[in-house]
């Protein structure tokens, strides 16, 4: 029912492992992604979802589960820099690929600007959805520019449901994040 168009733009299908995830005699595949920057291999069952590779193997458990039709947002990650529903993909379908996680944000100590905008708003309430927007509003920002009126957050951000909020601090949040982003790559120019 929700967000149909742009799920499809953003979220590779679930599909069969390829061929460079070979199986192991005990029906296992091996798989190897750079998670947040540190390489990891793990012999995982070829239907493992990326989020549980994330969660179950990776235990990086800020990246969520909130439905299982592909609808809430919750589970969304950065796969080789663009934002994707993680319960929508094989972790052997992308072998080989760099993921980043809520957990790979911050640096040094600091939260991402993003983050910081979400704290900052007051962008939350239980949290839930919370690192899936996050991730979202930065791959508007890393695709709009970080520059963004209210409609175009309120737009881009279809795929992403919030169960407790209004939406209204999310959407104040994810423009001062993008406004936040566009000083933190001036300062460091
Ligand atoms: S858990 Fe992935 S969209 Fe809901
Ligand atoms: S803050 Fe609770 S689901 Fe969004």
Do not use: W
């Amino acid at each position: 029912m929700f967000f149909r168009k742009k799920d499809s733009d953003r979220a590779p299908e679930a599909a069969a492992p390829p061929a460079a995830a070979a199986k192991a005699g005990d029906g296992t595949v091996s798989v190897s992604l750079t998670v947040n920057g540190t390489p990891v291999t793990a012999s995982i069952d070829p239907r493992t979802l990326l989020v549980q590779f994330i969660r179950e193997n990776q235990r990086l458990t800020g990246t969520h589960v909130g439905c299982d039709t592909s609808q809430c947002g919750a589970c969304v990650v950065h796969l080789d820099g663009r934002a994707v529903k993680s319960c929508t993909v094989l972790a052997a379908s992308v072998d080989g690929g760099k993921v980043t996680t809520i957990e790979g944000l911050a640096k040094d100590g600091k939260l991402h600007p993003m983050q910081e905008a979400f704290r900052e708003h007051h962008g939350l309430q239980c949290g839930y959805c919370t690192p899936g927007m996050i991730m979202s509003a930065i791959d508007i920002v890393n695709r709009k520019g970080t520059n963004l009126d209210e409609a175009t957050v309120r737009h881009e951000l279809e795929g992403n449901i919030c169960r407790c909020t209004g939406y209204h601090n999310i959407v104040a949040a994810v423009r001062a994040g993008a406004a936040n982003m566009s000083s933190s790559r001036q300062a460091a120019e």
